[in-house]
């Protein structure tokens, strides 16, 4: 059974979402907690709710696609705390919601940047000092999508299964060392998050026509199929990470998808889009 209080344990995303319920459960358990995110306001917030719980806490604002504020970040964090034990690489985005003939290639830039090299700064900052604390924890948040692909989700599918195959390495390097680092690959199913709307209001803000289709895909998964709480899910892992799991499926959703996956690799993808036909209303 693994531990988490007294542990200092670090946060990427900390300002909703998942992220602000790891921050917050990790706190409630007892942990010291490094939290970051790009958003100054949304970070501000959860660091005044783990403040209550009396946890010791550091905070900064971060962007874990730039290599090097990511490794200035691991050593603030190592200098204010002297030790880091757990990684939760969770900072993340959708969007690129276009078949592939369509989605443009600074869709792909943005989200390949943020959900994996995000996950790649972070683990080559901090595993080091996951190694040196002798009993460390790197947990890096995949998706339902890392386990089974959709269409008109290319440049989302393809990092969260670059985040489920580059963890997969990094757990059977740790293993072939014999370094004290228990590493994880979650898969949450839908969580109840902004994430849908964030990619729609993101397109936005960057000046790109919207579809209706488009529209209307973000509007169904808030309405339908992000139900999960953030804090159901980050309890999940959290005990996932107690009970030293290297997979963690969050939701019913998420196992069923891998069951289906397991049992029908070659029949789920015509599953799938009459999946998506019944539930977005596509023809």
Avoid at 115 to 136: E, Y
Wanted: hydrophobic share 40%; charged share 20%.
């Amino acid at each position: 059974m693994g531990t988490i209080k007294g542990k200092v344990a670090v946060v990427t995303g900390a300002g909703s979402g998942i992220g602000r319920a790891l921050a917050v459960g990790l706190a409630r358990r007892g942990a010291r907690v490094a939290m970051s995110d790009v958003n100054k306001d949304g970070l501000a917030d959860t660091a005044e709710r783990t403040r209550a719980l009396r946890a010791e806490t550091h905070v900064e604002v971060l962007d874990v696609t730039d290599r090097e504020a990511v490794n200035d970040y691991a050593a603030s964090v190592v200098d204010h705390f002297g030790v880091v034990h757990q990684l939760y690489n969770n900072a993340g985005v959708a969007g690129g919601a276009a078949p592939v003939i369509d989605c443009d290639y600074e869709t792909y830039e943005r989200i390949l940047g943020i959900n994996v090299w995000g996950v790649i700064h972070g683990t080559k900052a901090f595993l080091p000092h996951l190694i040196n604390s002798g009993d460390g924890h790197l947990v890096n948040i995949s998706s339902l999508n890392g386990l089974m692909a959709q269409a008109s989700m290319s440049a989302y599918c393809t990092s969260k299964f670059a985040v489920r195959g580059f963890t997969e390495s990094v757990r059977a390097e740790m293993l072939a060392a014999g370094h004290p680092v228990q590493v994880v690959v979650v898969h949450p199913g839908g969580i109840r998050t902004n994430i849908a709307t964030a990619a729609i209001d993101e397109a936005k803000r960057a000046g790109k026509e919207l579809s209706s289709e488009q529209l209307k895909r973000a509007e169904a998964y808030n309405d339908k199929l992000l139900k999960m709480s953030p804090t159901k899910a980050a309890d999940t892992i959290l005990n996932g990470v107690q009970t030293n799991r290297s997979r963690v499926l969050v939701g019913n959703d998420a196992r069923g998808v891998d069951l289906l996956v397991r049992l029908l690799p070659r029949q789920y993808p015509r599953l799938g889009v009459w999946w998506e036909r019944r539930t977005f209303g596509r023809s």
